[in-house]
């Protein structure tokens, strides 16, 4: 058997290694004619003190699909329900109990304009989008993709905080075509779905990025981080104060980075790196750069280029280092779209912007990296999700994929997971403790079909149980972070 991309001797021995850390209480329930791009999530919708998942769907593009949307119990790993959508729905989900029944509502997002707020206990849909507005055909009338919603303070008075989220990136326009419609930003009622408030890009330009909105602190007033472009057109990363969105127009964003050839895709990142109790901004260029900025004064504070990558996905904030500033860990592919093969991961300090170790495991993919405090040493490991291929002595293509870990005290990279035949394609793995019990459950995706990489024809969502015990925070444990909403919030103090 021929290992294709020759993997290093350490990734070889990831793959025939026999110390796993799962037990009883796993499951895997097969989905088998869809596939995801969407993360998983978590909240109780049975009531039973264990948490469940709640997880977007789809087919190929345009297609429609009767199980966009799932929800799974996290005790058994039963399908709970399921909701239709026209297109596929990649968003991943975000909770608000607005039927006052006690258990959280879902709100989810996909492609054609798919937004959506449904039941959770009963999977029942609350609203669409596209029906709330008349939307036959969304793109007419001047609506694309919606991307990661974010809560904020009630803005039409009915007590429940609404949605601001954005909305664009027109499918159908040629890759290098610059003539695309511009994005926008939108805030939409949590109870009803209808608009309240909507504005353009400042700089007329297209966005695919879900936005990062930051807490009030002291004498600086809540903002939002949003960005334009996309994988072949440049575009600009933008902070603008919460309160002026509100007046319909994104004129007074401050502008903190271009790029002429490419834009900003994945979502940013606020967590304090210079101790000045303001969170600041770290993000992902597509032109595969990882950017700091103070969150204050909007100067950069250092910047890393990684040459011939790109970058599509987030970072995972923690404390890889000793100190008390949080860390940065970044997956990158290399090459250009649409042509990015092997994966490059690099870990940077977060107070200086020093590359403090690099790694190429597995093929790239779009799924963030996490980190958590595996071994309760006070430091976290980087979890990573890595696909690899073999080919046998027919030159057949076969595709695997498993969750790592990376310990950055002693270097050790060591498997959280079995080897699944198929491929994790961009659904970010979620960490917690489903259950309670003390002990780290993770929640893994991944597509069935071993011979092809880009499928929607079978999936598979995993409850793996390990023996190892839950830290009282975990840094970074979701595609966004714990709470979803792109915020670092864990604290440490060196005595």
Sequence with gaps: MIIAHRLSALLIWLVCSSQLVHSQGSWALELPTVGTFSSPRVSDLTGDGVADIVLGAG????????????????????????????????GSAMFLDITNDGVQDVFICGRSAELL???GRSGKVLWRFTQVHQLRRPTKSGWFNFYNPQFVADQDGDGLHDLLVSNGGDVMAEPYDPNRPPGQLVLISSMTGEIIHQAK??????????????????????????????ETIGGNLFNIALHDVFQNDLSSAVRLDSSEDKGFIGPSIRADLNKDGISDVVTNSVDGRLLA??????????????????????????????????????????????????????????RTGQVLFTDSLGFYQNTSPLAVDLNQDGRDEAILSVNFQEIDELYRKFFYTMLVYIDFATGDIQQISE??????????????????????DVIYCHGTNNRQTYTFDGMKVRRIVTQIPVPRKLSWGAYQGNDYDGNFKRSRKIP
């Design 59 to 90: 087919r190929e593009e345009f297609q429609s699909c009767d199980s966009a949307v799932v929800a799974i119990d996290g005790v058994s790993g039963e399908l709970l329900w399921c909701v239709s959508a026209k297109d596929q729905i990649f």
């Design 419 to 440: 080897v699944f035949p198929g491929n994790n394609l961009s659904s970010t793995p979620w960490l917690g403790d489903l259950d309670a019990d003390g002990m780290l």
């Design 201 to 230: 890009m400042p700089d007329g330009k297209e966005i695919y990025m879900s936005i990062t909105v930051s807490p009030q602190q002291d004498d600086v007033p809540a903002s939002v981080i949003f960005g334009t472009g996309g």
């Design 293 to 350: 900025f103070d969150g204050s004064t909007h100067a950069k504070l250092w910047d890393v280029t990684l040459p011939m990558t790109e970058s599509y996905s987030s970072p995972a904030v923690g404390y890889f280092t000793e100190d008390e500033v949080p860390d940065f860990f970044i997956s990158y592919g290399k090459g250009v779209w649409p042509h990015l093969g092997w994966g490059i991961q690099k870990l940077v300090d977060g």
């Design 117 to 119: 707020a449904i039941n």
